[in-house]
T-cell receptor, first 112, second 114 residues
Framework: SQKIEQNSEALNIQEGKTATLTCNYTNYSPAYLQWYRQDPGRGPVFLLLIRENEKEKRKERLKVTFDTTLKQSLFHITASQPADSATYLCARFTSGTYKYIFGTGTRLKVLA | SAVISQKPSRDICQRGTSLTIQCQVD?????MFWYRQQPGQSLTLIAT?????????ESGFVIDKFPISRPNLTFSTLTVSNMSPEDSSIYLC???????????FGPGTRLLVL
């Protein structure tokens, strides 16, 4: 079955450093992967999408990579700020069923 | 993007009772989705609700337990029936938008069953 795996352990980093979160998937590569941010008590908010044929996508301080050989996507936040503290979810889109499968998310805490 | 509101935002319920969660979208959409997010778990799709037809339920979820209504293109309800403590969770309403079907989520309903 298709799965999405994210490191369930929280990630603590110092303000100003680059945070790197990992998303691994099983079986065949999804058409695209999405990253979401979820704050406590709120629904997930879409951040970035990367297609299977794209190696990298950027948006302001955010960067996402997609490595189909490693079956992995990396999510980077450069010059991190305490306001970046949240849980970040990875999701794969399954073109066969037109459904999203979400990872459990990684909680990021940026220390001032 | 879509703006989605949910009611109630949270509730504490007794075992054996039912709770209906409302979801309102600021634009007309064909499909609305209901997810459950249990503590420490990923989002799990409960069902897809299309206007004018029966909802489509995912494996492990049944209509008797989670009846869904979709009376028009901007509104849906999810009922959690005969609740048990295992139903304690966050329930999220969602729609898709944009070229690649990005998911937009409501703020969620936090349910605690005693």
């Amino acid at each position: 079955s298709q799965k999405i795996e994210q490191n369930s352990e929280a990630l603590n980093i110092q303000e100003g450093k680059t945070a790197t979160l990992t998303c691994n998937y099983t079986n065949y590569s999804p058409a695209y992967l999405q990253w979401y941010r979820q704050d406590p008590g709120r629904g997930p908010v879409f951040l970035l999408l990367i297609r299977e044929n794209e190696k990298e996508k950027r948006k302001e301080r955010l960067k996402v990579t997609f490595d189909t050989t490693l079956k992995q996507s990396l999510f980077h936040i450069t010059a991190s700020q305490p306001a970046d503290s949240a849980t970040y979810l990875c999701a794969r889109f399954t073109s066969g069923t037109y459904k999203y499968i979400f990872g459990t998310g990684t909680r990021l805490k940026v220390l001032a | 993007s879509a703006v989605i509101s949910q009611k109630p935002s949270r509730d504490i319920c007794q075992r054996g009772t039912s709770l209906t969660i409302q979801c309102q979208v600021d634009s007309q959409v064909t499909m609305m989705f209901w997810y459950r997010q249990q503590p420490g778990q990923s989002l799990t799709l409960i069902a897809t609700a299309n206007q004018g037809s029966e909802a489509t339920y995912e494996s492990g979820f049944v209509i008797d337990k989670f009846p869904i209504s979709r009376p028009n293109l901007t509104f849906s309800t999810l009922t959690v029936s005969n609740m048990s403590p295992e139903d304690s969770s966050i329930y999220l309403c969602s729609v898709r938008g944009g070229q690649l079907g990005t998911q937009y989520f409501g703020p969620g309903t936090r349910l605690l069953v005693l």
